[in-house]
């Protein structure tokens, strides 16, 4: 990791994001709205989606080394639809997560998909991965609501690192020309990402780079975040150099 938060930050925003999510779908008028950027989910899917999921790794995280794969969610796997007894649901499953993560502590084993990665198979990097996801369906159910509000740049900056760690690094061979990406956040962080037969790796910028990437992207963080993740074309963003390394980024899902 490049600029690590702390575990108990990790909770704290993974809780502080779980409130807002909440917060949306109290406010909504519909839970069977369709969720614009999840258009084959309505509002309650993202719902069922987000707390089956947290239980799901709760379950997981508990696991520790013996699991193999995801477990099956703790408690009741089906959000109810009375708008009281959903709230009550989505807290619990809050509860089981942050729970399980703070009695696995952050350095013990855990399953993950991301195992050839940047990102450690350990408690923290599924704290890490968890904060990011609730962050971005957060961001999806404001929108289905009618109320989206820009991810606190906090959050977004560490989730273009963790989505450029976790989603953009492989030990698989970069099927094309080895190349060099760069990613600049206007609140003053950066990543480069390094494309070659070795994989993709990350790191910073350097700051006596002897050559300019080969692509950049450039925009504010929670722009960078929304973007990564699909929310928001990607040509939001100011892109330079070869802009065709981004489709092929886009394009490219190599087995993780």
Not at 48 to 57: D, P, T
């Amino acid at each position: 990791m490049l600029n690590n938060l702390h575990f108990s930050e990790l909770l704290r925003l993974i809780d502080e994001r779980s409130t807002a999510f909440r917060a949306a779908i109290a406010a909504a008028p519909d839970l069977d709205v369709q969720v614009p950027t999840c258009p084959e989910w309505t509002l309650y899917d993202l719902v069922q989606h987000l707390g089956v999921g947290r239980r799901a790794w709760a379950a997981t995280v508990a696991a520790g080394a013996t699991a193999t794969g995801k477990a099956e969610p703790l408690g009741d796997p089906v959000a109810p639809t009375e708008r009281e007894a959903l709230d009550a649901w989505l807290a619990e499953s809050t509860r089981l997560l942050l729970d399980a993560l703070t009695d696995a502590g952050e350095d013990g084993p855990c399953w993950g998909w991301w195992g050839k990665s940047q990102t450690p198979l350990t408690v923290y990097g599924a704290a890490r991965r968890q904060l990011h996801e609730i962050a971005v369906h957060t961001y999806d159910a404001q929108l289905a609501a009618g109320a989206p509000q820009p991810v606190p740049v906090e959050i977004a900056l560490d989730g273009a690192e963790e989505f450029l760690c976790t989603i953009g690094t492989t030990t698989e061979a970069w099927p094309h020309e080895a190349a060099v990406v760069d990613y600049h956040a206007t609140e003053g962080r950066s990543w480069r990402s390094l494309l070659s037969e070795q994989g993709s790796r990350l790191g910073a910028v350097p700051a006596d780079a002897p050559e300019p990437a080969d692509a950049t992207a450039a925009g504010p963080a929670n722009e960078l975040l929304l973007a990564l993740y699909g929310r928001i074309p990607f040509d939001t963003l100011k892109l330079e150099g070869q802009r065709i390394l981004f489709d092929q980024l886009f394009e490219w899902d190599p087995e993780r």
